[in-house]
């Protein structure tokens, strides 16, 4: 059973669109993330959530919007899509946030804006 | 101000070779320190970590990493590289006195490891 699993895989959307990317954990994680991954591979954090609460919101546009309706999931709603957004977008989660438990990455949504 | 240096981008090593890969680490507090690999169109995947203890932690597929606090560095080992080593290698650390989990990352280093 896949642990981390998100949907799409691939998404191919016009500029000004609005698209969203799911992402669900089955291993009873407290804290999920969002990240960017840009095409030089560099790995940005974008949100992160504990128990449905927002704690990491770090500098990104407000076209993105994360929603947490429970603790299994996270989803990210992005509007007016630009081409400076298409990346590979990964979620992950770990145990809580609090101590060092690794973080379990899902496969991740490869987003490509024309 | 967290952040983790990888100063190289490309480390290439001769299979059965011993395999280093840098990492260096700037933290306000004590860190948490983690390697992670990423296989092309995968996510990333855990490797191991130091919490504290012995310095030396191993990890899976037989890496290994060694914490040095006085030069403030994590540098990932193997010592002998296989063609399946090829990857990209993220360093993170976490501050240990944050309540965030967040984890910083350095920029990735590509190990290549030819026949």
């Known amino acids: 059973d896949t642990a981390v699993s998100q949907t799409p895989k691939y998404l191919v959307t016009q500029m000004g669109n609005d698209k969203s990317i799911k992402c669900e954990q089955n291993?009873?994680?407290?804290?999920m993330y969002w990240y960017k991954q840009d095409s030089k591979k560099f790995l940005k954090i974008m949100f992160s959530y504990n128990n449905k609460e927002l704690i990491i919101n770090e500098t990104v546009p407000n076209r993105f919007s994360p929603k947490s309706p429970d603790k299994a999931h996270l989803n990210l709603h992005i509007n007016s899509l630009e081409l400076g957004d298409s990346a590979v977008y990964f979620c992950a989660s770990s145990q809580d946030q609090l101590n060092p438990y690794e973080q379990y990455f899902g496969p991740g949504t490869r987003l490509t804006v024309t | 101000a967290q952040s983790v240096a990888q100063p190289e981008d490309q480390v290439n090593v001769a299979e059965g070779n011993p395999l280093t890969v840098k990492c260096t680490y700037s933290?306000?507090?004590?860190?948490?320190l983690f390697w992670y690999v990423q296989y092309p169109n995968r996510g990333l995947q855990f490797l191991l970590k130091y919490i504290t203890g012995d310095n030396l932690v191993k990890g899976s597929y037989g890496f290994e990493a060694e914490f040095n606090k006085s030069q403030t560095s994590f540098h990932l080992k193997k010592p002998s590289a296989l063609v399946s080593d090829s990857a990209l290698y993220f360093c993170a650390v976490k501050d240990r006195g944050s309540t965030l989990g967040r984890l910083y990352f350095g920029r990735g280093t590509q190990l290549t490891v030819w026949p």
């Open positions: 933290v306000s507090g004590n860190p948490y």
């Open positions: 291993l009873g994680h407290d804290t």
